[in-house]
């Protein structure tokens, strides 16, 4: 054959040659050198995880008597990612979904929207979760129309319905304790966060329901369990070729708490008897708090804000008029713990201590004018009463303002006067800071405010951060109120000025007001029930606790949680036992003595204190009644306030009275601890028990509180 | 079998010499049955991960098997045929498989496969694609017309060049019309070789190779070609960042071969084959299972196997008695190298992604027939060198 044939035959072989060498060669490269890119790109591609969140823990109260539990919805979920591939954004398949649930059709597209998207409505009628989360629309579907939704897969292209345990209040004794619990919702954005790039099975995940206040966020580790994880083998089209691992879900453990449910349910229709009865008085009575607590151990036996929310609401997501109404009526915070109050003369018993401290005779006579002058501006008493020279108990009894300005007066002066620096002594805030004043109380509870105690470091603090507006209203004359009101506006102007000048001196005026909880002291009702307690055991503040221990779903201890002590207050022990001699007298002859009347204090003393503290403006004086009792062996402090709420003694402290009477069976005239609302008496030593079944045993009967207590505390 | 050949007209066609089993090119024939039983083993294991649980998982291996059977028994035919009656039926073989090539258009006959019509339906859920009988009978009809009536040792003539070059053409353009972009590039390379083994002038090497470069840019320019077509086409260029699905199954098949490392994970445990990441991975992307399950070494061996399945086959044609012979060898050498380029290549992301299979190895009947019949074929032209003792 031709020479050129064999040459081109030649060229073909060597062609075929250097073809296979390079898939040989290209082979190697992929294979041996960068084989172990490949490696890990395929194990990323295969593994999908499943997680299944377990059951959340149930909250018991201190009888066993389940506040929160869990039962089975049908919830509704709509996958956006779908519903975007359909006509005109699935517009079709909302409207059918709308009539099928009997729903407007808004109510729909308002929770589809993505929270700060474009004409979202806000949280949590918003989407909080992610893009690619189906979106719960309804819980509580009936069964039926679930079953045609699923039935009918091609009219409702990404809509499905599935079974979810959600949130239950078996409320026994109608309890409502909505501030106590919490509520539940999507995991934030800073949650995910913040907990980075982890691969820990019980990590959150965007489907994820947590604690978004109260113990149900505090404990939130506790309650959630591990979630079940499955470990599938998934192919490009989302196929599952099979399961490579299986972890059960393990449920969240119970958490016990120290309220009592019937002690709750007293409290807080009590609060809200204080409240009505302001409102009878021609008040506004506008918000309110109650506390219990152990003065022994710092638990809280109930606790109470006024107004307040069901905390059923949430489950499913609330509607944009709910949440509305929540932030109008300003319900979602606790007064008790998160409201902060000016403490008027309940604030004495801090002040007397002081007087202990700084060595003033606690047993010596005072003088108790109508009124006292310093400087310029003069200082009356409540209702400008007069009562002459008096004892210290006295004064504590009839609430004598003039005798407390008359000893800060004293120790201002000692301090320095108006020229003291800023370290001078100052005994009132001193002890009112040993008593956990300004200080966040350590409650297990968050978003607890601290406070503030008034002092020359406070006044100094102040003046620094506000003084150049003082000094440019002065300058500038308030040219907008002048307009209306130009004696207001000379008035305000003249003010600044002065603020602007010497804002930061604590003058007379300052030590006068703090010494009997006026000015810019505030607390919090559960910082002053802490104090109380303090007086009551012996000068030892605890840090008030709600959860008393952990139980697992078995039935086990996990964990119980002793009382901590934050510290012994800085108080000689004589100026305590005197406060705990003084205080009964309140009730027996003092400012506390009409609201006791009948009561059987002879068997059952009660220390106690008023305050009626004023609040700027021409708003009713904030109602304060601090209490403990039995005061010769004291076991409980109780406190109640209501804002706009008139006098300690007329609004609050009939509440008082009637929650002391039930916590030591006080009926008439007799005592008889069996007809206490705590069963046997007083709180249970032990944790409740619960059955391997997770079934909390729980009183029987009337005890409990619910119709049927176990089917509510059972977990599905 | 026997029986049936006795009876029929064709059986006196058959030579009937003794030395067949003796002079057969044993080399080539064990190369390419291990290759297919190789195949065999991976096209179960890229199957078997089809096959829903409650049906037959070896039901496809089942079928690859029956194809294999058919095809070595066509093989064996092939390799039998009088080369005189090869060449007179030659065109009538050409016309059946342009007849055949057509087909697909046909309604209720076509099947549309990865936006390729090439398929025709048969009862029984079986298909067949024309395209590979086509190769065949391109190289048939080419060798005819460029080995006919001149001396051994003279080129042929233009008239000759252009009839053979219709002959291409023509299949070619049917082709292009079913979507069948692989199969193209490979005819195009099969009438190249052949027109250049068959001594052509210099200017008609150059010049086709020139057409082709040419007409392909000319394609792309004038949008010609389906923009899916392109993308397929080019995707292999930069696969990490194209998201596209031709990109995307690049991607997953680079993943696969290249987490295959020295030995594999093992027959059966590849998670990208097991997990069907990447498609069609017992046809197109067969060389992925290889290369998870095997790794390089058995790689290795199947692309060595090839090898010498070729360097048998450039043997034959060397050692050809006459032109026709030649050219048929030859044919066969372009079209199983550049197919086995292509269809390795695409799994190794260095050629662009066309639906061609692996010969002797993917599934597909089709295929595994046409490619047993050019073995035979090649065995044909050995016979008959070494009958006429060159």
């Known amino acids: 054959m031709s020479e050129r044939s064999n040459l081109r035959l030649l060229v073909l072989a060597v062609l075929v040659v250097s073809l296979l060498g390079t898939l040989l060669a290209r082979t190697f490269y992929l294979q041996v050198m960068e084989g172990a890119e490949y490696r890990a790109a395929a194990a990323n591609n295969t593994v999908r995880e499943v997680a299944e969140p377990a059951v959340r823990g149930i909250v018991l109260d201190q009888a066993g008597r389940p506040l929160v539990s869990n039962r089975t919805t049908v919830v509704v979920t709509v996958d956006r990612q779908v519903l975007a591939q359909q006509a005109n954004d699935g517009a079709a398949v909302i409207s059918r979904l709308a009539r099928i649930l009997d729903m407007p059709r808004e109510k729909i597209e308002d929770r589809l929207k993505t929270c700060g998207s474009e004409g979202a409505k806000p949280p949590p009628v918003c989407w909080n979760g992610s893009t690619y989360q189906p979106v719960p629309v309804a819980s509580d579907v009936d069964t039926q129309t679930a079953l045609s939704i699923m039935e009918r897969r091609r009219e409702f292209p990404g809509i499905s319905a599935k079974l979810e345990a959600v949130r239950e209040y078996p409320a026994p004794f109608n309890v409502n304790a909505a501030h106590i619990l919490g509520y539940l919702g999507p995991v934030t954005e800073e949650q995910l966060e913040e907990q980075g790039d982890s691969e820990a099975d019980d990590r959150l995940r965007r489907t994820d329901v947590v604690g978004r206040t109260g113990l149900e966020r505090q404990y939130d580790e506790v309650l959630r369990g591990k979630p079940g994880i499955t470990t599938l083998a998934v192919d490009t089209a989302g196929r599952v070729t099979g399961t490579l691992e299986e972890k059960e879900p393990k449920p969240g453990d119970y958490l016990v708490t120290s309220i009592d449910a019937r002690l709750q349910s007293v409290v807080e229709q009590q609060l809200l008897a204080a409240v009505r009865r302001a409102q009878e008085q021609g008040y506004r009575g506008s918000s309110g708090a109650a506390v219990v607590v152990e003065v022994d151990t710092g638990r809280v036996l109930a606790m109470a ?251 086990e201890v996990v964990e119980t949680f002793e009382p901590v002590v934050t510290r012994q207050v800085d108080v000689p022990r004589k100026a305590v036992r005197f406060l705990r001699n003084s205080l009964p007298g309140v009730t027996t002859d003092g400012s506390g003595e009409v609201p006791f009347a009948g009561f059987p204090l002879d068997r059952l003393p009660v220390a106690a204190k008023t305050g009626s503290a004023q609040v700027t403006g021409d708003k009713a004086a904030t109602s304060w009644f601090a209490s403990y009792a039995p005061a010769d062996d004291p076991q409980y402090a109780v406190v109640m306030m209501v804002t706009e709420g008139g006098t300690g003694s007329k609004t609050s402290g009939p509440s008082v009275r009637k929650i002391l009477e039930s916590l030591f069976g006080v009926s008439g005239t007799t005592v008889n601890s069996r007809n206490s609302v705590l069963l046997g008496g007083s709180p249970l030593p032990d944790l409740p028990k619960v059955g391997p079944d997770g079934i909390p045993q729980t009183p029987k009967g009337q005890q409990a509180g619910v119709a049927d207590v176990r089917a509510a505390g059972s977990t599905p | 079998m026997s029986g049936l050949l006795t009876t029929d007209p064709a059986v006196r066609t058959l030579t009937r010499q003794k030395g067949y089993w003796r002079d057969l090119d044993w080399v080539l024939l064990l190369a390419a049955l291990t290759i297919t039983i190789f195949g065999s083993m991976l096209v179960w294991s890229a199957s078997r991960a089809d096959m829903a649980s409650d049906s037959d998982p070896q039901s496809y291996l089942k079928r690859h098997v029956i194809n294999i059977v058919i095809g070595i028994a066509l093989g064996w035919f092939a390799s039998r045929l009088d080369y005189r009656w090869l060449r007179a039926y030659t065109p009538i073989i050409y016309g ?156 997953q098949a680079r993943i696969a071969v290249g987490g295959g490392g020295w030995s594999g994970y093992g027959l059966f445990e590849g998670p990208q084959t097991q997990g069907k990441f990447v498609p069609v991975n017992e046809s197109d992307f067969i060389f992925t299972v290889v290369g998870e399950e095997l790794g390089f070494i058995g790689s290795a061996v199947l692309i060595l196997l090839m090898g010498v399945i070729l360097w048998r086959a450039v043997v034959i044609a060397f050692r050809a008695d006459d032109m026709y012979g030649r050219l048929v060898a030859t044919g066969i050498v372009a079209w199983l190298a550049f197919q086995t380029f292509e269809n390795v290549g695409m799994s190794l992301g260095i050629m662009p992604i066309t639906g061609i299979p692996l010969p002797l190895v993917s599934a597909g009947g089709t295929s595994m027939m046409a490619t047993w019949i050019a073995v035979g074929l090649l065995q044909n032209v050995r016979l008959h060198a070494v009958r006429a003792g060159v």
Do not use: H
Not at chain 1, 341 to 369: E, M, N, Q, R, W
Not at chain 1, 379 to 405: D, K, Q
Not at chain 2, 135 to 155: N, Q
Not at chain 2, 159 to 183: E, F, K, M, Y
């Open chain 2, 96 to 251: 059946a498989s342009i007849v055949l090539l057509m087909l697909p258009f046909v309604p209720g006959l076509g099947t549309t496969i990865a936006g390729a019509r090439a398929w025709i339906d048969l009862p029984g859920g079986m298909t067949i694609q024309p395209s590979e009988f086509a190769k065949v009978a391109v190289i048939l009809m080419m060798a005819v017309l460029l080995s006919e009536k001149r001396d051994i040792e003279s080129e042929p003539r233009d008239r000759d060049v252009l009839l053979s070059l219709g002959v291409a053409v023509l299949p070619i353009l049917i082709i292009l019309v079913q979507n069948d972009t692989g199969t193209v590039l490979i005819l195009g390379s099969v009438a190249l070789s052949v027109i250049a083994v068959s001594g052509a002038r210099t200017r008609w090497v150059i010049g086709l190779i020139t057409g082709a470069i040419v007409g392909v840019l000319i394609a792309v320019q004038l949008g010609l070609l389906k923009e899916y077509q392109v993308q397929r086409l080019t995707s292999f260029i930069n696969p990490g960042e194209d998201v596209s699905s031709a990109a995307y199954n690049a991607n």
């Open chain 1, 305 to 555: 804000s006024y107004p307040t929310y069901d905390p059923s609401i949430w489950i499913g997501g609330v509607t944009a008029r709910q949440f509305q109404a929540l932030m109008d009526d300003e319900s979602l915070s606790s007064n008790a713990y998160q409201g902060q109050f000016a403490p008027g003369s309940t604030f004495k018993a801090v002040s007397t201590a002081a007087a202990g401290v700084d060595g003033f005779d606690l047993y010596g006579i005072y003088p108790c004018p109508a009124r006292v002058k310093i400087g310029s501006q003069t200082f009356r008493n409540y209702e400008t009463n007069a009562y002459g020279p008096i004892s210290l108990t006295r004064a504590l009894e009839v609430s004598c303002n003039t005798v407390f300005y008359d000893i800060a007066r004293r120790m201002w002066q000692e301090a320095g006067g108006p020229e003291a620096p800023i370290d001078a002594p100052d005994p009132i805030a001193e002890t009112a800071t040993s008593f956990g004043l300004g200080a966040k109380s350590g409650i297990d509870l968050p978003g607890e405010a601290a406070g503030r105690v008034a002092s020359r470091e406070f006044k100094f603090e102040n003046w620094e951060a506000k003084k150049d507006t003082w000094c440019r209203n002065a300058e500038e004359g308030y040219p907008e109120t002048r307009k209306t009101d130009p004696k207001m506006a000379d008035y305000y102007t003249a003010l600044d000025r002065e603020n602007c000048t010497d804002g930061y001196q604590w003058r007379a005026g300052d030590a006068l007001n703090a010494a009997i909880g006026q000015g810019d002291t505030t607390v919090t009702p559960l910082q002053m029930a802490m104090v109380y307690a303090a007086i009551a055991n012996g000068g030892t503040l605890y840090q008030p606790q709600v959860a008393k221990g952990i139980i697992s779903a078995e039935g």
